[in-house]
Nanobody, 128 residues
């Protein structure tokens, strides 16, 4: 079992920044690839960013590349999503997810079906 708790969401103006945090517990965090996904009103959940268990490799959706940065601190069992230059279209509930499949220190997935555990989500609202 893995428990995930997100925090850091809120209301921000377009062009602003937010940093989301996800605290993990229940399993060896350093063996987990981690991802961030989001669901906007009326839309399907979509991939945002992912990071390998070691933190050596990362991946991003085209829509956030160059604006968002995913990182992790294995000593603190934390994963972060730094979001800069926010746009109204970034408004969504953001979810942290854990993939228990160990595909090596460089492995991560952008497919939500790969992830086994999910947090409850944190709302991000970007006003224009």
């Amino acid at each position: 079992q893995v428990q995930l708790v997100e925090s850091g969401g809120g209301l921000v103006q377009a062009g602003g920044s937010l940093r989301l945090s996800c605290a993990a517990s229940g399993r060896t965090f350093s063996s987990l690839a981690m991802g961030w996904f989001r669901r906007a009103p009326g839309k399907e959940r979509e991939f945002v960013a992912a990071i390998s268990s070691s933190g050596s490799t990362t991946g991003y959706a085209d829509s956030v590349k160059g604006r968002f940065t995913i990182s992790r601190d294995n000593a603190k069992n934390m994963v972060y999503l730094q979001m800069n230059s926010l746009k109204p279209e970034d408004t969504a509930v953001y979810y942290c997810a854990a993939d228990i499949y160990y595909g090596g220190r460089y492995y991560y997935s952008s497919r939500d079906r790969s992830y086994d555990y999910w947090g409850q989500g944190t709302q991000v609202t970007v006003s224009s």
